[in-house]
T-cell receptor, first 113, second 108 residues
Framework: EAQVTQNPRYLITVTGKKLTVTCSQN?????MSWYRQDPGLGLRQIYY???????DKGDVPEGYKVSRKEKRNFPLILESPSPNQTSLYFC????????????FGPGTRLLVL | KNEVEQSPQNLTAQEGEFITINCSYS?????LHWLQQHPGGGIVSLFM???GKKKHGRLIATINIQEKHSSLHITASHPRDSAVYIC??????????FGQGTRLTINP
């Protein structure tokens, strides 16, 4: 089954404690992206990647890091989480052709205390 | 002003009604997406459009590139269509910019 998986699905942590949210896809997609969703602000892009070792900033990259060492994985790293990073996070992937559908992961709900 | 504006923000209708959700954008785009987010939070891609019209079951999406406007229509609406519908535009470099979403509630 074609899918994008994220782990963990729910996470409560404290300010400053480094964490990683994993994202994996089994569709051999070149493009992967991270978004956060906040009430009143909608979905906003954090980082995206066009292929292995190719990453670029989205609209809200501050406080986040990503890496793309393998095509299937695109982890999101919060080196020193802060309460304003409390949010619902989505990973997504697609091919690069213009007609490609974007597939979303189930979401990770993060609470930073 | 947001680059992507959706209207209405909230819409409540009775089962069977014809639904229209609008999306206007202010930037040049290579494609426009319509997404559906159910109360559980999961997001599903409904359509990707670069021109014209697409239909899938009871859902129809249209886009007018000259007017920078897209509409999502639902025919014979059903309570299971209740969800948040999100318009997103793809500009250069695969970046997606999202509208605020339209919360649709269909009452039986």
């Amino acid at each position: 089954e074609a899918q994008v998986t994220q782990n963990p699905r729910y996470l409560i942590t404290v300010t400053g404690k480094k964490l990683t949210v994993t994202c994996s896809q089994n569709m051999n997609h070149e493009y992967m992206s991270w978004y956060r969703q906040d009430p009143g602000l909608g979905l906003r892009q954090i980082y995206y990647s066009m292929n292995v070792e190719v990453t670029d900033k989205g609209d809200v990259p501050e406080g986040y890091k990503v890496s793309r060492k393998e095509k299937r994985n695109f982890p999101l790293i919060l080196e020193s989480p802060s309460p304003n990073q409390t949010s619902l996070y989505f990973c997504a992937s697609s091919g690069l052709a213009s007609g490609e559908t974007q597939y979303f992961g189930p979401g990770t709900r993060l609470l930073v205390l | 002003k947001n680059e992507v504006e959706q209207s209405p923000q909230n819409l409540t209708a009775q089962e069977g009604e014809f639904i229209t959700i609008n999306c206007s954008y202010s930037v040049g785009i290579s494609a426009l997406h319509w997404l559906q987010q159910h109360p559980g939070g999961g997001i599903v891609s409904l359509f990707m459009l670069s021109s014209g019209k697409k239909k899938h079951g009871r859902l129809i999406a249209t886009i007018n590139i000259q007017e920078k406007h897209s509409s999502l229509h639902i025919t014979a609406s059903h309570p299971r269509d209740s969800a948040v519908y999100i318009c997103a535009v793809r500009g250069g470099a695969q970046k997606l910019v999202f509208g605020q979403g339209t919360r649709l509630t269909i009452n039986p």
